[in-house]
Nanobody, 128 residues
Framework: VQLQASGGGLVQVGDSLRLSCTAS????????MGWFRQSPGEERELVAA????????SYTESVKGRFTISRDNGKNTVYLQMNGLKSGDTATYYC??????????????????????WGQGTLVTVSS
């Protein structure tokens, strides 16, 4: 499966953005999907993850209540709705797919090496 991410841009503090990531085939429906982000000099961190059916989600503490991950398996697409953006959210955002994780409750879903396929990254810049 290949992933194509879009939706990044330059916004002001407090603004909203929606990132999208479309997969090339319906292998997507068998994957846990994640959005990661990385700033220069920082490690890549999981922002949010969603299970195969879109029922269960997980967020890093700093985005809880502001970001929402969702998926549309009919469109092979995962979304990240980002509201109340802060300057600390500035980063390159990557969508990623994991076909190897079988247990949603395992914390391996927070670990980048467990994701098999990555999108190209989309830059989000939040200006104050």
């Amino acid at each position: 499966v290949q992933l194509q991410a879009s939706g990044g841009g330059l916004v002001q503090v407090g603004d909203s953005l929606r990132l999208s990531c479309t997969a090339s085939d319906d292998t997507f429906t068998h994957c846990i999907m994640g959005w990661f982000r990385q700033s220069p000099g920082e490690e890549r961190e999981l922002v949010a993850a969603i299970d195969w059916g879109g029922v269960s989600t997980s967020y890093t503490e700093s985005v809880k209540g502001r970001f929402t991950i969702s998926r549309d398996n009919g469109k092979n697409t995962v979304y990240l709705q980002m509201n109340g953006l802060k300057s600390g959210d500035t980063a390159t955002y990557y969508c990623a797919a994991s076909i190897g994780i079988r247990d949603w409750h395992s914390d391996v879903k927070e670990r980048a090496p467990w994701y098999d396929t990555w999108g190209q990254g989309t830059l989000v810049t939040v200006s104050s």
